[in-house]
């Protein structure tokens, strides 16, 4: 009898086994084709990671790169998650964006510097908490925060963090994404946020509301993603700035949700006392004139 049941057990376990390999080959093999699907279509590559390793997708976008992968039991959820990292300039600054659902239970003094960000709705679903309090509430404007709720509302979950620190900003969605539209779905998402945010790096920009001339420095054309130097042009509704030869290559602002035709050139440098003149607006591609409708 002892023998017989030894024989079960182990034939139940030898049969979990083997269906927990087919299994977890199947979603290796699926997930696999998924990333490859995704490599093609953003110039990237996978990696086919190992026992201890997840598979990652590592992705190109403008001059910088970006990696996809899916974790077990990621800070702050205790569930599988999503996520897509891509470099940070600033290594020193950190800054976490948590769902306040989360949160409770967390340390007090963890979040003792939570930052308001004026935005009632947004401070009610969301802790914001960084080291620089100048910097945070810079990087968290009116289109970064659009932006989070966008994907927050994503999927099953209606949860996403945000985590800058490193180098690297981490966008964690705690849902299990295999599906190639709703891989691509979250990245392109992430992506529109990270634009956001490094638009918010031009903060020192004030082209039409301020009576004084500012510095434009180190700041980074949304097309090309590099330095605009010279020729910069702006956005006439949304004020993102652009090079001209990129404004004119893609003919309308890049920004999501904007699609303005128009832009409009700074003027040259004048005195800081001095009152800016009207700046004209330069007209879209294909008009014969360059004024703007009454």
């Known amino acids: 009898m002892e023998c017989l049941l030894t024989f079960l057990f182990l034939l139940v376990a030898a049969i979990f086994l083997v269906g927990s390999v087919t299994n977890s080959y199947a979603n290796r093999s699926r997930r696999r084709f998924v990333y490859e699907s995704l490599a093609r279509r ?10 201890l390793n997840p598979m990652t997708l590592q992705l190109r976008y403008g001059d910088t790169r970006a990696s996809l992968r899916e974790t077990s ?17 600033d290594f020193a600054f950190r800054c976490e964006i948590l769902p306040r659902k989360v949160v409770v239970g ?43 709720r966008r994907i927050s509302q994503l999927f099953y979950s209606n949860s996403v963090c945000i985590l800058i620190q490193f180098g690297q900003i981490i ?3 705690p849902d299990s994404l295999w599906k190639l539209d709703d891989l691509q779905l979250f990245v392109e998402r ?11 790096r031009a903060s020192g920009i004030e082209f039409l ?9 180190d700041v980074i054309c949304p097309v090309c993603g590099e330095t605009i130097a010279r020729q910069l042009v702006f956005c006439r509704r949304c004020k993102t700035p652009y090079h001209a030869d990129c404004w004119e290559f893609v003919g309308a602002c890049s920004v999501y949700g904007c699609g303005e035709r128009r832009c409009l050139s700074p003027q040259s440098a004048r005195a800081a006392s001095g009152p800016h003149a009207n700046m004209p607006a330069a007209p879209p591609r294909g008009s014969d004139s360059g004024q703007q409708p009454g």
């Open 106 to 148: 967390f340390p007090a003094d963890r979040y003792r510097s939570e930052f308001a960000t004026g935005d009632a709705a947004f401070d009610d679903e969301f802790v914001v908490n960084g080291t620089d309090e100048k910097a945070t509430r810079q990087l968290v404007r009116d289109g970064v925060r659009w932006q989070i």
């Open 190 to 200: 992430s992506l529109e946020l990270y634009d956001q945010i490094m638009l918010t």
């Open 171 to 173: 966008v964690r969605k």
């Open 42 to 51: 953003y110039a990237g590559s996978r990696v086919p990671g190992g026992f």
């Open 73 to 89: 039991s990621s800070w702050p959820y205790r569930q599988t998650c999503t996520e897509l990292t891509i470099a940070w300039p």
């Open 209 to 217: 509301d301020s009576d004084e001339a500012q510095t434009l420095e």
